[in-house]
């Protein structure tokens, strides 16, 4: 008897032309990365109870109620494969990320698979997505790697046959879907040996570890309206203030890390302009190598004044510990803004 098994599943995402809307079976070709794991975003429903007057409940609630209805998921730590969802968390397009007030919508494909190979065990597609917390992250020895630490939508379709009479019912969710292994059988992953990392201008050789992180602030907005099919669920979801923090760890070579701490990102006629940070990934596949370039400030540029500034070190303390042949600091780094690049 065919079972349901854990390696066998495919989560596919797609870009939606108008928020919310459905996209065309074919359009799910996106995919994240090497996922190991996923938390989907199955609904979450806030019943209600209430301690009625006059009942015989005994001190327990007396009756309940459906309340809204909400859906938050992620994706851990996936190897990443190229940097096309990377417009997800911070605007702009697949094949140029850009900072964006609004972000773009998707739609995300979740399939699990019988282990005869054939389709249609469970399928779930949720819609009106965005990406609300995001981090790129690489140590020493690995790989560069993504994590979707939370994503909202505000709708969902399904296959569950024994649910047929709610209203996300939908018998067939096969049809048209690509296979999700066509899309990625040759690329190799960036090595963490691949990268650099360069700050106040400066290349730092024995960079040990970085995380970034990004915040969209999104919240899911329930209106009253009428013109909405499905009550309890989000009418929308809406960014809010953007924030940005960078950790990393850095073998030191001499006092420049202190130096800039004390200085609080002032430059040299001590305007606090802060500075820039770049990381780049190469990774060699053909003749032409293939290049993730993260730098804050966007524009790689920094002045004193609103709308100017870099980064600043939060915190760097140089500690002395005999368990470690050499001296590491750990930094915390913020970020004002952040651009992309990716080149091949």
């Known amino acids: 008897m065919p079972v349901i098994r854990a390696e066998q599943w495919r989560l596919l995402y797609a870009p939606e032309v108008t928020y919310g809307s459905p996209p065309a079976a074919a359009s799910y070709t996106g995919f994240f990365g090497v996922v190991q794991d996923a938390t989907l975003p199955d609904v979450q429903t806030d019943f209600q109870s209430f301690y009625g007057l006059g009942t015989n409940s005994v001190r327990n609630w007396y009756v309940a109620y459906r309340g809204k209805q909400a859906m938050s998921g992620s994706i851990s730590n996936f190897l990443m494969l190229n940097g096309s969802f990377l417009y997800l968390p911070f605007g702009g397009t697949s094949a140029a990320p850009s900072e964006a007030n609004e972000l773009s919508s998707f739609s995300l494909h979740a399939q699990y698979m019988y282990s005869d190979g054939s389709a249609g065990a469970l399928i779930r597609r949720f819609h009106g997505g965005k990406v609300n917390r995001m981090t790129i992250s690489a140590s ?107 950790t990393c760890t850095v073998d030191i070579e001499d006092s420049s890390i202190y130096a800039e701490l004390l200085n609080q990102g002032g430059g040299a006629t001590g305007d606090m302009t802060g500075f820039v940070v770049r990381i780049a990934f190469t990774r060699t596949l053909t003749s032409t190598p293939d290049v993730i370039t993260i730098t804050s400030p966007a524009g790689g540029t920094v002045a004193c004044g609103g709308d100017a500034q870099g980064c600043f070190i939060k915190q760097a303390p140089h500690n002395i510990s005999t368990g470690e042949n050499l001296v590491s600091v750990p930094m915390t780094i913020m970020m004002r803004s952040v651009g992309i690049t990716l080149t091949s």
């Open 140 to 246: 020493e020895g690995g790989f560069l790697t993504g994590s979707i630490d939370e994503m909202l939508f505000s709708s969902y379709s399904h296959n569950a046959s024994g649910a047929s009479g709610v209203p996300h019912y939908v018998a067939d969710l096969t049809t048209g879907i690509p296979v999700a292994t066509a899309t990625y059988s040759c690329e190799q992953p960036w090595l963490f040996s691949g990268g650099t990392l360069s700050l106040w201008g400066t290349p730092f050789a024995r960079v040990r570890n970085f995380r970034i992180s990004v915040n969209n602030a999104c919240q899911p907005k329930y209106y009253i309206t009428s013109g909405y099919a499905h009550a309890q669920l989000p009418y929308e979801i809406r960014e809010g203030k953007r924030d940005y923090s960078m």
